[in-house]
C-alpha cells in the first residue's frame, strides 16, 4: 500500500508537469499567431498607404469629366504685314501675295482646347474662365465621345473661373465638390483632363502646398506635383473618395510644359463662385470701402500693438466704412467675429461676406479698440462707379517754402506751387519730401522726394514744428518708432521710422 501510494504521487506529479509544458507550448503558440496578425495588418496598412492602383477611382469620376473646344470668328489682315520700303519692287508682289491669303476677308475661326467637369445631373459644367473668353461657340465632349453645345451662365475672371450649361436628353453624371481645407499636405491626388490636345488623361501626385497666392486678389491655390500642362485647364483635381479637391488652373514652368509645380484653385473658393454664377449669372462680393496694408513689426510697435497681426486702415473713401466711422490709421483686428491675421485675409473675409449684410468690425485706434458695424456694400458696383475726388476748395494763399532737415528727410510746407508740382488737390495738406538722405533709414525703407507726410502718430501735420511735437510726444510715450502716413501719386502707406 505504501509503494502504491508513493508511486501514484510520483505520476500525479508527472503528469502536472506534462501540462504545464503543454500549456506554455499553446501560450507561445498564441503570441506568434498574434504577431504573425500584427505584421500582416501593418503590411496591409501600408499597402493602403500606397494604392496600387487608381484604376477605380478613375473608372468612377470620368463620367463626369469633359473636354472643352471653343472656336473664336478672328478678322484676317489685323496682323502686322511685312516690311516692305515703299515704293519698292516687291511691293506689288507682297500686296498680291497678302490679299489672296485675305480669302477675300472672310474671318477665320480660331480653336483652344481645355478641360472642365459636370457639378450636376441638369447639366451645368466648371471650367476655367481663360478657356471659354471671348469664344463664340463652345462643345463639350464628353468620355464617351458624345458632344453638346455649352452656353456661358457666368464668369469671374478674379478666380478663373466660368459656369457653364448644357442641354442633355438624359440625366448626366456628375462629381461633387470637397472641403478642401481638409486637404493636407502629403495627401494623393488625382488631375484628370485634356492634356495637350491628347484627350482623357490622368496624372497622380500629392498635394505639395495649400492656400498659394499667385497674382489675384482671392487667390488661394492648392499646389501639386501631379502633372498639370496646357488643356488640363478647367479640369478637376480629385481627392481620393472621388471629389473635386480644386480647379487646375495655372502651372509654374520656364518652358510650358509640367515640371511638377502645378496650382489648383481651391473647391471652397469655387463653390462660393459657382453658387453665385448659377443664382446671379455674376459675382457679388461683399465691400467694406478701405485700402490697407500689412502690420509690419516696426509699425505695431508704433503703434502699441501687442501683436503683429490685422490690417492697417491707410485710406478710407466714401464707401461703407467711412459712413460707420472708420479712420485711416485704424488697425482691422477682427471681422464679423474672425480675427484679421492680415490684408489678403480681410480681403477674403470681406468678400465672402453677403452683399447688404451688417457685420462688426473691431479696430484697434489711440491705444484701445472699438467695436463699429458696416453695413457692406457690393465690391463690383464699386469698381465699375470708380473712386471720386471730392470738391476743390478755395486754396489757402501761397507762401514760399521753409525747408528744415529731419530724419533723413528735407521737408517743406505744402504751397500751391509745391501742389501745382506734384499735381496735388486743393484741399490736401502735409509736408512735402524735398530731399532725402540715401544713407538714412526713410531712404531705405522707400521715401523719395516728391512724396507728401500728411500724418504722423496718427495725426494730421501740416508743419515741421507739429512733426517735431508728434516726434517729442512718442518720445515721451516710450516709443522707438514714429509712423508716418506718407502719400504717392494719391496713394497712401504707412512708413515706421526709428527714434532712436
Excluded: C
Amino acid at each position: 500500500m505504501k509503494e502504491h501510494a508513493i508511486a501514484t504521487s510520483i505520476t500525479s506529479a508527472n503528469d502536472e508537469g506534462n501540462n504545464s509544458f503543454q500549456g506554455a507550448g499553446a501560450l507561445r503558440v498564441w503570441w506568434l499567431g498574434l504577431l504573425s496578425f500584427i505584421v500582416l495588418l501593418a503590411q496591409a496598412i501600408q499597402v493602403d498607404a500606397r494604392p496600387p492602383s487608381f484604376a477605380d477611382l478613375t473608372d468612377s469620376v470620368s463620367p463626369a469629366v469633359v473636354n472643352i473646344t471653343t472656336s473664336t470668328a478672328v478678322e484676317r489682315g489685323t496682323g502686322p504685314g511685312p516690311i516692305v520700303p515703299e515704293g519698292s519692287p516687291f511691293e506689288d508682289f507682297f500686296r498680291e501675295f497678302q490679299d489672296r491669303n485675305r480669302d477675300n476677308g472672310r474671318p477665320r475661326r480660331s480653336s483652344a482646347l481645355g478641360s472642365g467637369f459636370v457639378i450636376s445631373e441638369d447639366g451645368y459644367v466648371v471650367t476655367n474662365n481663360h478657356v471659354i473668353e471671348s469664344a463664340d461657340e463652345i462643345i463639350v465632349e464628353f468620355f464617351t465621345g458624345e458632344e453638346l453645345e455649352a452656353e456661358v451662365v457666368g464668369t469671374d475672371p478674379n478666380t478663373d473661373i466660368a459656369l457653364l450649361k448644357v442641354e442633355a436628353e438624359k440625366p448626366l453624371p456628375f462629381v461633387n465638390f470637397a472641403d478642401s481645407d481638409s486637404a493636407r499636405v502629403g495627401d494623393w491626388v488625382l488631375a484628370v483632363g485634356n492634356p495637350l490636345g491628347q484627350g482623357f488623361s490622368v496624372s497622380v501626385g500629392v498635394v505639395s502646398a495649400s492656400n498659394r497666392a499667385l497674382s489675384g486678389t482671392y487667390d488661394d491655390y492648392i499646389q501639386t506635383d501631379a502633372a498639370i500642362n496646357r488643356g488640363n485647364s478647367g479640369g478637376p483635381l480629385f481627392n481620393m473618395d472621388g471629389e473635386v479637391v480644386g480647379v487646375n488652373t495655372a502651372i509654374l514652368s520656364p518652358s510650358g510644359g509640367s515640371i511638377g509645380i502645378g496650382f489648383s484653385m481651391a473647391s471652397n473658393v469655387v463653390t462660393r463662385v459657382v453658387d453665385q454664377l448659377r443664382e446671379y449669372g455674376e459675382t457679388r462680393r461683399g465691400w467694406l470701402g478701405v485700402r490697407i496694408q500689412d502690420v509690419t513689426e516696426d509699425v505695431a510697435e508704433a503703434m502699441g500693438l501687442e501683436e503683429v497681426a490685422g490690417a492697417l486702415v491707410t485710406d478710407v473713401p466714401d464707401g461703407p466704412a467711412k459712413e460707420a466711422g472708420i479712420k485711416a490709421g485704424d488697425v482691422i483686428t477682427n471681422f464679423d467675429g474672425a480675427d484679421v491675421e492680415d490684408t489678403r485675409g480681410l480681403v477674403r473675409q470681406v468678400g465672402e461676406a453677403p452683399v447688404g449684410k451688417s457685420v462688426r468690425v473691431v479696430v484697434f485706434r489711440e491705444g484701445k479698440t472699438q467695436t463699429l458695424k458696416v453695413v457692406l456694400g457690393r465690391r463690383e458696383e464699386a469698381e465699375s462707379a470708380g473712386a471720386g475726388n471730392g470738391d476743390d476748395e478755395d486754396a489757402p494763399q501761397d507762401q514760399a517754402p521753409t525747408e528744415q532737415e529731419i530724419m533723413g528727410l528735407t521737408l517743406a510746407p505744402l504751397t500751391d506751387a509745391l501742389r501745382s508740382e506734384l499735381d496735388l488737390d486743393a484741399d490736401v495738406q502735409g509736408l512735402v519730401v524735398r530731399d532725402i538722405d540715401e544713407m538714412s533709414e526713410a531712404y531705405e525703407k522707400g521715401l523719395r522726394a516728391g512724396d507728401l507726410i500728411t500724418e504722423a502718430g496718427q495725426q494730421e501735420v501740416t508743419t515741421v514744428s507739429e512733426l517735431e511735437t508728434r516726434i517729442d510726444e512718442a518720445k515721451e510715450a516710450g516709443r522707438r518708432s514714429l509712423l508716418l502716413l506718407v502719400r504717392r501719386a494719391g496713394d497712401p502707406r504707412f512708413v515706421a521710422l526709428s527714434l532712436e
